[in-house]
């Protein structure tokens, strides 16, 4: 599985933005799907995440009520609709894959980052 994540910029405090991670790759369908940032100096953070048939997402409290998880199937594609935008949610944002049977919990498909920057 091969994963491209795309829709970062700049937005002003307040605005919004939707991520895409668009898939390649046989049965993407059978992939859950999660969305990660990381901030200049900070670790890496779970943001969100969507299980392959897309019943189940949850939700890092920081972005819980701002953000939300969606999949297209069709079009092999995860959203990450970002709404009311903080300064602090100001990062590289990655999208990452794992098989839904995966024994392990690490996802262990990464797209590229797509920055998101927020100002104040």
């Known amino acids: 599985v091969q994963l491209q994540a795309s829709g970062g910029g700049l937005v002003q405090a307040g605005g919004y933005l939707r991520l895409s991670c668009a898939a390649s790759g046989r049965d993407f369908q059978r992939y859950d799907v999660g969305w990660f940032r990381q901030a200049p100096g900070r670790e890496r953070e779970f943001v969100s995440a969507?299980?392959?048939?897309?019943?189940?997402?949850s939700y890092a409290d920081s972005v819980k009520d701002r953000f939300t998880i969606s999949r297209d199937t069709v079009k092999y594609t995860v959203y990450l609709q970002m709404n009311g935008l903080k300064p602090e949610d100001t990062a590289v944002y990655y999208c990452?894959?794992?098989?839904?049977?995966?024994?392990?919990?690490?996802?262990?498909?990464w797209g590229q980052g797509t920055l998101v920057t927020v100002s104040s």
């Open positions: 990452a894959a794992k098989y839904y049977a995966a024994t392990s919990r690490e996802y262990n498909y």
């Open positions: 969507i299980t392959f048939r897309g019943r189940t997402t």
